[in-house]
Structures are given as C-alpha cells and as structure tokens.
C-alpha cells in the first residue's frame, strides 16, 4: 500500500543502540557527532535575532513564488550574485528536492561524490532519483577524481552535485576541478553552506561555482550553516549559466516552487537582519573548528592514527590503524572509553578503518575526546 520511494531498514544499527544503553545506564559520554550549534554554547546577538522577526509586515500575506524582492536581495548578496537570479527555498534538502523535480525524470541519474553526506541516498529516493558516486581522492589532501567523473556519465546523467567544502572531508572545490567536471555540458549543483567556514586559507578555492562559466550552475546556502540557525528554515538557489538556460531553469522553477510556496513570511522579512546578526556566532564557530582541529592533530602526532587534511567545514576524518574492522573500533571506543564517534562508512568511505568527528564540540569535550582516542590507538 505504500510507495517503494519511501521503504527503508528500519533496524536501528548497533552504535545507536549502544549509545542508548549508555544513557539508560547513567554513563557519561562524549558525543563527538554533536551538529546542533544552538545546542553548543556559542553566542547569538539575541538581541537583534529576536527584533527580526517582530516584524509586522509578517501579518500579510504575499505570496510570492521566488520569494520576496528584499529577502533575495539579501540572500543573493551572501553568493555575490543579482537578486533575479536567486530563490528561496525552505532549506538546502528542499532545494536539491527542487532540483531533482527540475533536472531529473524518474530512473535518471545525478552524479554524486563519495564519501559525502549520506542525505542525498534518501534525496534522490524520495524524488526517484538515481544516485552514482564519483570518488574523492586523497593523497595527502583531497582531490575530485575526473577520470570517475567521466566514467560515471552515462545517457540518463542529468546532474553533477559538488559540495564545497564537502562533508565530511572538508575539501574546497578548485577551479580547474570546476572548469573540468563543467566542460561535460551538465548542469552543476554546488552546496556551500559550509563555505564561510575555513580551516585555513585556500587560494585555489573557487568563492562560489556560480564564478565558473559553464551551461547551468546551481549555487546553494542558506541560514542553517551560514547563520548557524537550522530552526528558521530558509535556503536559497543562485542560477547561473548561459542566459537562455537560465531563463528556462528560473520559469521552470516557478511553477515548482509556486505549487508548494514554503518560505514563511517572518523569516523572509528578518532575513537581512538575521544574517546580518550572524558574523559573531559565525567568528565563534570558526574559532572554535580550527582549534579543534589543530588539537586532533597534535593529539594523534607520533601515534597510529592520523588526521586527514582538511581545508573547511565542521568536520574532522581521522585513519586508524588498520587492526580491527571499522564498526568494532567504534563500539570499542564507546565501550571501554565513553566517547562516542560516527565510523567512516556511515559517509560511504570505501575503505577502512576511520572515524568522522566533529569539530563543534566544546574544546573541553573534544580533548577528553582525542586525548581518549589516543589512549586506544597506543593500546591497539
């Protein structure tokens, strides 16, 4: 009775489980998988969020498909792009949701990288979309493997999905990278919520895929990175291209986002504010991240482990020795030493042993975490 987009393993996997019995029990843990900032003691202009959304033009309603003129003058200003070219959306998954509807017939493909976010499985699903990796590399730092690139367009290739920095490897995309993967006539979808989160300086960086020339480019961000504000639900979409393509993509897309009409009218007129209010939480976070990741770093120096490199984001990958299968290394390190970690194949790495962490964490809570981890590496 129900659709085969929907159907899912409902058993929950063994660490979930564990961490749940942890809790029953009273036994402390430190979570190093924490991604709610609101939850992380990072300050917020209170002050200025909450006169935002006082605003009494939220009383009328104006339905307006792309959002209102003032929100996406706002929104476009964060991607350097013009106002016509941008549209609301409710939140980033929306907008790939969106894209999918815009780009794909059910059964077509998009091509996404590996490892990644594992959202985007259940995405393409629920859209009836068919996802087919193209691998990251790493060599010391990360890389888009072209060649994969290429081999993974076939005749129903309607997409190319770039995450800049990528979760959870933290890799910007380059623009030879970009200029490359644009070169094969596709439309681009580039998600970079996480761009204004560096580790260090990139010059290779691309600013934002929407600076490359190229047939469709879908740039996306929005306030749940950007302003570390997940519960005010607003996204956006920067279209770029050749001018025709454009034009059909932006008409298209009226009609979509015109049958559903999402974005709420507060967090439309606050959002110029909102993100305004955002650079002392975002100068937080970032302080925060490159300390964290600096303190994994030193924390594993000389041991079996190794931090990867990592250019941007809220994440860390470390490699373990390769002594044990990934899923007992990290039930063993929830059990024995109380810390709490995602194993690398929950984010499709192919090979193993490694533990994705995040760099959120309070700095206190992240060094028990690593100084932990060390222990077990020197023990193995």
Not at 110 to 124: C, G, K, R, T
Not at 332 to 338: A, M
Request: charged share 25%; aromatic share 8%.
């Amino acid at each position: 009775m129900l659709s085969r987009r929907t159907a899912h393993a409902s058993e929950t996997n063994p660490f979930f489980l564990a961490l749940a019995k942890r809790r029953i029990e009273g036994r402390p843990t430190i979570d190093l998988t924490v991604s709610n900032p609101t939850d992380l003691a990072f300050p917020y202009d209170e002050d200025a969020i909450l006169s935002a959304l006082s605003d009494r033009r939220s009383l009328r309603y104006e339905p307006e498909p792309f959002g209102l003129p003032q929100a996406r003058s706002a929104a476009a200003a964060t991607l350097g792009a013009a106002a016509s070219q941008v549209v609301l959306t409710t939140s980033t998954s929306e907008a790939y949701s969106l894209l999918f509807k815009l780009l794909c017939d059910p059964g077509d493909d998009v091509l996404i990288p590996e490892p990644s976010y594992p959202l985007f499985e259940h995405l393409a699903q629920f859209d009836g979309v068919h996802i087919v990796p193209y691998r990251l590399l790493y060599d010391g730092a990360w890389h888009v493997d072209l060649d994969s690139v290429r081999r993974g367009i076939g005749p129903r290739t309607r997409a190319i999905v770039m995450v800049s920095p990528n979760n959870p490897t933290g890799n910007y995309a380059k623009r030879d990278e970009l200029v490359a993967i644009a070169e094969h006539g596709l439309p681009i979808i580039s998600d970079e919520v996480f761009a204004e989160y560096g580790l260090r300086e990139v010059p290779a960086r691309v600013r934002s895929a929407i600076d490359i020339e190229g047939e469709l480019t879908f740039a996306l961000s929005g306030l749940s990175k950007l302003a570390a504000l997940p519960q005010m639900k607003a996204g956006w979409i920067a279209v770029a291209g050749r001018r025709e393509r454009v034009d059909e993509a932006l008409s298209r897309l009226e009609l979509l986002i015109d049958s559903y009409l999402s974005v709420g009218a507060p967090v439309q007129h606050a959002l110029s504010q909102l993100i305004g209010a955002s650079e002392v939480t975002r100068h937080a976070i970032r302080t925060r991240i490159r300390a964290n990741y600096h303190r994994a770093v030193a924390g594993v120096a000389g041991s079996a482990a190794t931090v990867l490199d990592a250019e941007g984001g809220w994440s860390a990958v470390i490699r373990l020795p390769r002594v044990d299968t990934e899923t007992s290394l990290a039930l063993r390190f929830l059990e024995e030493h109380g810390v709490f970690v995602h194993p690398g194949h929950f984010f499709d790495f192919r090979e193993e042993p490694y533990f994705v962490v995040s760099l959120l964490a309070s700095e206190l809570e992240f060094a028990r975490g690593i100084a932990e981890l060390r222990k077990m590496v020197d023990d193995l």
